[in-house]
Nanobody
Framework: QVQLVESGGGLVQAGGSLRLSCAAS????????MGWYRQAPGKQRELVAA???????DYADSVKGRFTISRNNAKNTVYLQMNSLKPEDTAVYYCNLKQHSNDYWGQGTQVTVSS
């Protein structure tokens, strides 16, 4: 069993910053990928940023230069620092863990950016 608990969402004005955190617990293997997806109303869930246990990262083009993903492998925690937020970043953000061909999801945290 794997549990993912997110925190850090909220309401912020355009141009502001937020930091999301996701802590994984349970059967966590040393080789995995953790990341963040988001889903806005009426849209499909999309990848925002991902980080592998080996140090690789990947970002959606729409957030490059504004968002930074980081992780603490010892704590099985992944972070998403979001700067220069835009109204179009408004969505529910979901933490994701991939290991051994399995996908695990957090419950989601709302991020709302007002103009």
């Amino acid at each position: 069993q794997v549990q993912l608990v997110e925190s850090g969402g909220g309401l912020v004005q355009a141009g502001g910053s937020l930091r999301l955190s996701c802590a994984a617990s349970g059967s966590i293997f040393s080789i995995n990928a953790m990341g963040w997806y988001r889903q806005a109303p009426g849209k499909q869930r999309e990848l925002v940023a991902a980080s592998t246990s080996g140090g690789g990262t990947d970002y959606a083009d729409s957030v490059k230069g504004r968002f930074t993903i980081s992780r603490n492998n010892a704590k099985n925690t992944v972070y998403l620092q979001m700067n220069s937020l835009k109204p179009e970043d408004t969505a529910v953000y979901y933490c994701n863990l991939k290991q051994h061909s399995n996908d695990y999801w957090g419950q989601g945290t709302q991020v709302t950016v007002s103009s």
